[in-house]
Nanobody
């Protein structure tokens, strides 16, 4: 059974930092993209960042570029999102996702992301 479990969310002041973790079990995703998406209050789910271990491909949404860093410890089958200089607009439920099969459409929630975590709440106060 494939499971993705996020952790590390919480309440932080603007300008602060958090590191999210996504522990995967049941399958490895070396060939597939793993990604972070988020859903802010009253908004649709949006792409945050994606990583593919093989090839070392990393992508970021413009809104987080330069502030967030996605990384993966493949030996631990764990995905991370280091979030620095957090802003109130970063407040959202953050979801970890993994593709069942490789797809180059890394930025879309429908781009082969068949596995999802339960989400972890990130709240940034002003």
């Amino acid at each position: 059974q494939v499971q993705l479990v996020e952790s590390g969310g919480g309440l932080v002041q603007a300008g602060g930092s958090l590191r999210l973790s996504c522990a995967a079990s049941g399958r490895t995703f070396s060939s597939q993209y793993m990604a972070w998406f988020r859903r802010a209050p009253g908004k649709e789910r949006e792409f945050v960042a994606a990583n593919r271990w093989i090839g070392g491909s990393t992508y970021y949404a413009d809104s987080v570029k330069g502030r967030f860093t996605i990384s993966r410890d493949n030996a631990k089958n764990t995905l991370y999102l280091q979030m620095n200089n957090l802003k109130p607009e970063d407040t959202a439920v953050y979801y970890c996702a993994a593709q069942k099969y490789y797809s180059g459409i890394y930025y879309s929630a429908t781009g082969g992301y068949d596995y999802w975590g339960q989400g972890t709440q990130v709240t940034v106060s002003s």
